[in-house]
């Protein structure tokens, strides 16, 4: 049932064939049947859930219009303020001295914007420490486990979320996108991800982690799932500086143009060295039946990309460790006592923060410190500048662009976590949208095909559109899906 | 951009200007993992980018301001009950004032 496309489940709450309480108990028994195994929820908010499950469909009984979401059960990842349900941002510095997790006294907006149009809210999704991380294993509490191969990561940092959509727990989630941490679990897990234009999506209730890369970003099973998510949550808010005040489109509706005609383009950079041979043969036979419904491929270069990572470490650790200095055991979660405000500061900290967060803040603070701001901090924006121009000059020829998600499929817990420059290394392909602000996602291609004792694995096909222009990048996707369907 | 060898006493310093306290090995083995990253970061010394502006926000727009009027924000309670030390309207810290 929780498999079904989003708009399908909404109509049936709506029309009375399905109840919202129903939905919500389906969600409960299938979070309780495989949630030990897969490390998918934080935080589960059950009584809530049913209450208000109960709470729609008295509503709907009245008469009432439930919303576009009516009764779709939505997990949350732990990134995003809810108000009165646990928030830990995967980090044991927001839990309290005496073991109690922080209690947002707010929502978040893309939250506030699911609960209007009647989504319920199944609980916190498991997510790599204040989402710096591409495996989920940075989370302070348990890493989250592929539902494919539970030996294998589901990605991260929004690892959680992805989990929980594509083990059918809920038929979609929320999650964050820095630098890929929503496209590549989606692609490691075989399910939609959508990292939406930056400004598209209000950041207010999102714990900062690089504000100015930070996108509140939706996952689902399928892409018109996704497409509806991303317009309910998508819209200027003035709480949050950077929202654009542009109107949101008309993504559900593009997803029903044909591709005929669209010309997609394909980055030689991205097909380049370290790409898994069985993950490129996935992409090249799902363009090539994109090409069979009549779109025209077209080959385009981004000369920089292989510079993303290095600018990113740069520019995300600077952000960051700005960002985290509000976490001081004074306002909020963990604290540890100390003689002067100093070590006050240094003793929570240290026990608060986890071993990637410590490296990144230091990064951080050794590239923003004098003597090497320029060297490093100021050389990784200009360098961002090239990225983005890159884009501008190939957007010229294309409509779309389209790559790999990731250069591998899934790879086995602990495989790069004593190594994070090969963790980062991981992340080449979806960082260069998120520095240059473009709506990205992941959608599944081909799965590769089991070898060795492997079993057959996801992969996740990316596309990139221009910017505020989400809906060609629906067309396309959707586009894409159908052809194949039709195979 | 010349290359600092990453030291113990460098890792020490940048903790304590992040407000961090980290041990001994915690400072060598950071001082390791940095390095490494550090020397990826220094490819970007390659790239021309004589006359390019920096890029620190994508804003496509020029973003507006808020209209200047009074509202509602967090209620005091609501914010303070989630401290971990409290003591009646304020949040508790350590003196920070010296008296003598």
Known sequence: MLKQPIAALAEKVRSGELAAAELAEASIAAIERDDARLGAYLTRSFDALRARAAELDARRARGDDLGRLAGVPIGVKDALATRGLATTCGSKILVGPRGQRWLPPYDATAVTRLLAEGAVLTGKCNMDEFAMGSSNENSAFFPARNPRDPSRTPGGSSGGSAVSVAAGMTPGALGSDTGGSVRQPAAFTGVVGVKPTYGRVSRYGLVAFASSLDVVSPFARDVRSAALLTEVISGHDPRDSTSAPRPVGAFVAACERSIEGLRIGVPSQYFAAGLAAEVEDSVRRALDAAAKAGATLVPVSLPHTEHAVAVYYVLAAAEASSNLSRFDGVRFGARRDGADLAELYERTRAEGFGPEVERRIILGAYVLSHGYYDAYYLKAQRVRTLLARDFDAAFADVDVIAAPTTPTTAFSLGE???????????????????????????????????????????????????????????????????????? | MTSPAFSHDAVRRLARLARLSIGDDDAARLAGELEKILAHVRALEAVDTEGVPPTTHVSVDRLPLRADELVVSLDREAVLAQAPARAQEGFVVPAFVDEG
């Open chain 1, 416 to 487: 790069k976590l004593d190594d994070p420059l090969t963790m980062y290394l991981s992340d080449v392909y979806t960082l260069p949208a998120s520095l240059a602000g473009l709506p990205a996602m992941s959608l599944p291609s081909f799965d590769a095909p089991p070898v060795d004792g492997r079993p057959s694995l996801p992969v996740g096909l990316q596309l990139i559109a221009r910017a505020f222009d989400e809906e060609t990048m629906f067309r396309a996707a959707r586009g894409v899906e159908r052809a194949l369907e039709e195979r």
